[in-house]
């Protein structure tokens, strides 16, 4: 399978977020701080990754009956060593982000692609699959996190960033970000569960208007050619 076009699709074409729609609960509730988002999207991908690969590696042995609970049983299991990781290395990370650590064992994007992808694909395409489409997941995050922040209290990098004893990342959820405007100018409502709605929607909104247009665009292409093939041989008969 050809990667860029997996990479294209994870990012673009085929985002879960975007233009799946799936697996939106979590990015609706958690993308109020870069250290939220970029923690939890790199979570997915992990989990996403290895989970790919163990339902690829095994699904020519899986009975057709229990494959959706096979998928359950792998998901849960690789979301328990992620989460007993980030409580025992990022315990901030792990109490910011709650429940949402155990809730991706039912998140569609992973049981969607162990579904529509894994079991039909071959091991080196079902992990490329998982880094890509946990990339645009995670970009998808990063993006809504800093316009969230941004925009609703005029700060970036919060719980990330930390530059009150010189320029750090940090990994304890202190970081106090970098303040661009005083958080009295931004739109507070940003920062509340509905800024996520409102952000999501844009970003949707945004992509489909794209991907529409590039549609349009490649359908004119392919207009052109034909229409210059068909001269061409026109010309040629004469």
Do not use: W
């Not at 849960?76 to 990781?85: H, K, M």
């Not at 945004?206 to 490649?218: D, F, S």
């Amino acid at each position: 399978m050809n990667r860029k076009q997996q990479f294209i699709e994870g990012l673009t074409t085929n985002n879960p977020v975007l233009v799946q729609q799936i697996g939106m609960c979590a990015t609706m509730a958690i993308t109020t701080t870069l250290f939220n988002g970029v923690g939890m999207g790199l979570s997915v991908l992990i989990i996403l990754t290895c989970c790919n690969v163990v339902v690829s590696a095994i699904r020519k042995i899986i009975p057709d009956e229990i494959r959706l609970a096979i998928f359950v049983v792998v998901i849960a299991g690789f979301v328990t060593i992620v989460d007993l990781l980030l409580q025992a290395f990022i315990p901030a990370l792990s109490a910011a982000l709650g429940v949402f650590i155990p809730l991706i064992v039912v998140n569609c994007i992973i049981i969607g692609r162990a579904e529509a992808f894994c079991q039909k694909n071959k091991v080196s395409d079902s992990f490329f699959d998982g880094i890509f489409q946990g990339l645009g997941y995670t970009v998808v995050l990063i993006i809504m996190c800093t316009v969230r922040e941004f925009l609703g209290s005029g700060r970036f990098g919060g719980g990330l960033i930390d530059v009150t004893n010189g320029f750090r990342f940090t990994l304890d959820g202190t970081g106090s970000g970098i303040q661009i405007f005083p958080s009295s100018y931004g739109a507070g409502i940003l920062n509340l569960p509905f800024g996520g709605f409102i952000t999501l929607g844009v970003l949707i909104a945004v992509m489909q208007y794209a991907l529409k247009k590039g549609a349009k665009k490649k359908a004119a292409k392919e207009h052109a050619a034909k229409e210059a093939a068909l001269i061409a041989a026109e010309e040629e008969a004469e």
